[in-house]
């Protein structure tokens, strides 16, 4: 059937760019380090450089990746719940409502972001989740719902404003926690180990699962509210659990490396400039250009000022919002 | 007169929206495989019949489909007897004209199941009925406003529905396109299809076999498009500022002036 491979083509180069460049992307990040550029191949024979390789970039690589198919996935989802382009994970008050969380968790379980005890680092990501769901919810509340968006990003942008002023209030409470909440509101993989990347892997898989079996809520979203409820869709069901998703997928992600910003915008945007599809492989593509996204950030981040780095979300920030502003200038250019 | 069976049974229908009482006590029986068109005045509640008649507003089981009420049916069910096309209702535009198409065949697919054959053939027939196979392909924010419209309808044709709910259809529409959509109404209704249209341009309305006329929430009249008694009726609802008059063995509504402006 034709239909069927409209954009076959353009969809298999993109599944080829996309897994050369993670594979490229995960070569390069066991290799780049604050000591420098290691070759992967042949195997070094020097067990420190191994361990380096092994026990700290392959663990920060797979996370940075992690959080971005993480940010690309929730990203996608708030575009479509909202039925806005410009929806991100954070504009909704989860990542203040994460950060809170973060920050009571740091307070109440006495712990650091290094950790790398089980039960605390779970302990983060609960608090954090709950905080990322209370942050949406809230928003949604005062936005008497989700059908007008500018009031749910009016919404979104009150109750980020005092969530974060209740973090600061906290960190300013408990100094002890405020050289952590800063590297956390920069962004950062440094945090991230094995157990990070265990808890993101499962979150990450849970959430793709539950977010591909309702894309087609999703899809029928796009006709517009009235139009999906008369095709039979039980919509509240459908949205009350892709925001839990959403929350779920902000919220193990910024408990796990901090405020990263423009991932989970960009990531479905590009994908969306590149093919014009259903949302049941939007919701894949964005998950993986997300990843992609933030670790080429992250390899970024530490080469660039080497053996210094940067918070990976100043560079997000920096070449998100590039990105912001271009799209800005083409769509004007194209209404021109 | 009304030898046709009713397919679709309003008692006393009343819609209250935002504390306002939109409908007032409608009663209304709209016969099966026919076209009956809903007009009235800007605000009389027309789209509000047609959503409260298509199950997506409150209607306290004062709604009759097929002598069942909202609650007695499941909604994929009801979706699949029930078509519904909004008026202006603002779509993404990040689809493909197909895949938005095949957004119709949602109550016909079980959860989290790919599309079946006979959902493309649905696609495809309905693409073909609408005259946009050619533009499957193309991603929806390239249509003009035109081709969004008979894709939009397209979408409504391929759910399959027995009642197909179209509110204000031929808007966007060039007149050889809206020639084609009334032959494809009668097409339709000639096959079972019941069709219920809320359209503000009378002629066009004139068109259908049946007529129902909303003026201010409350139904003024329902009869045959054919009657001199739904002429008066359409001509006093509108405050005798329309005047119906036959051509070439149809009819046509034009303006009235109460005093001709060239005779000043």
Excluded at chain 1, 256 to 280: D, E
Excluded at chain 2, 124 to 150: D, I, M, Y
């Amino acid at each position: 059937m034709v239909q069927q491979h409209f954009q076959h083509s353009q969809i298999q180069r993109l599944t080829y760019v996309v897994i050369i460049l993670t594979l490229v992307l995960f070569l390069l990040g066991m290799s780049v380090g604050s000591t420098g550029f290691t070759m992967i191949w042949p195997p070094s024979s020097d067990s420190s450089v191994l361990q380096i390789m092994w026990d700290i970039r392959l663990p920060r690589t797979l996370a940075a990746w992690l959080a971005g198919a993480l940010l690309g996935l929730a990203g996608a989802i708030a575009q479509g719940l909202f039925r806005n382009p410009l929806a991100d994970p954070y504009l909704l008050g989860s990542a203040s409502g994460a950060t809170l969380g973060v920050a009571l968790s740091l307070v109440m379980l006495s712990t650091t972001l290094f950790t790398e005890n089980w039960l605390q680092r779970l302990g983060i990501t609960s608090i954090a989740f709950i905080g990322a769901l209370a942050g949406v919810v809230i928003t949604v509340i005062l936005a008497r719902g989700f059908q007008h968006t500018f009031r749910l990003l009016l919404a979104g942008v009150i109750v980020g404003v005092i969530l974060a002023a209740i973090s600061s209030f906290f960190a300013i409470m408990h100094p002890e926690i405020l050289p952590v909440m800063q590297a956390f509101m920069l962004g950062t993989t440094s945090f991230a180990g094995w157990s990070a990347c265990l808890l993101m892997s499962v979150v990450l898989i849970a959430c793709c699962l539950v977010a591909w079996s309702l894309s087609k809520a999703l899809d029928a979203l796009t006709l517009g509210e009235l139009t999906a409820i008369s095709l039979g869709l039980r919509l509240n069901f459908a949205r009350g659990i892709l925001i839990v998703v959403l929350a779920l997928a902000t919220g193990a992600a910024v408990s796990q490396v901090g405020l990263i910003a423009f991932v989970g915008l960009a990531a479905p945007h590009l994908v969306r400039s590149l093919i014009k599809v259903v949302h049941r492989t939007l919701l894949i593509y964005s998950t993986l250009i997300g990843g992609i996204l933030l670790l080429g950030a992250d390899i970024l981040a530490r080469a660039l000022i080497a053996p210094q780095e940067l918070p990976v979300g100043l560079l997000t920030a920096i070449l998100g919002g590039s990105y912001l502003l271009w799209l800005m200038h083409a769509g004007q250019n194209r209404a021109k | 007169m009304m030898p046709l069976t009713p397919i679709i049974i309003t008692n006393q229908l009343t819609t209250v929206l935002a504390n306002v009482e939109v409908l007032h006590d409608i009663s209304l029986q709209i016969p099966q495989a026919c076209w009956t068109s809903v007009i009235g005045p800007n605000g009389a509640g027309k789209s509000t019949l047609l959503k409260v008649i298509a199950g997506l507003l409150p209607d306290h089981n004062q709604v009759l489909i097929n002598g069942q009420t909202k609650n007695e049916i499941k909604p994929q069910i009801r979706a699949r007897k029930i078509a519904w096309l909004g008026q202006n209702e603002t779509i993404s535009d990040d689809l493909l004209v197909y895949d938005l198409v095949m957004l119709g065949r949602l109550p016909h697919q079980a959860w989290m199941s790919n599309a079946s054959q006979a959902d493309h053939h649905a696609v495809q027939h309905a693409l073909a009925l609408t005259n946009t196979a050619g533009l499957g392909e193309r991603p929806v924010n390239e249509l003009s406003g035109g081709e969004c419209q008979r894709v939009l309808i397209a979408r409504a044709l391929a759910v399959e529905a027995e009642i197909l709910l179209l509110d204000e259809p031929l808007s966007n529409l060039d007149p050889p396109h809206q020639a084609d959509m009334i032959k494809l109404i009668r097409t339709l209704t000639a096959s079972g299809t019941t069709v219920i249209s809320v359209l503000h341009d009378i002629t066009f309305a004139l068109q259908a076999e049946q007529m129902i006329i909303i003026k201010n929430g409350t139904l003024i009249y329902q009869g045959a498009t054919n009657e001199v008694q739904t002429h008066t009726q359409i001509e006093a609802a509108f405050e005798q500022r329309i005047k119906i008059y036959p051509l070439e063995g149809a009819w046509v509504s034009l303006p009235h002036y109460p005093i001709n402006p060239l005779e000043k």
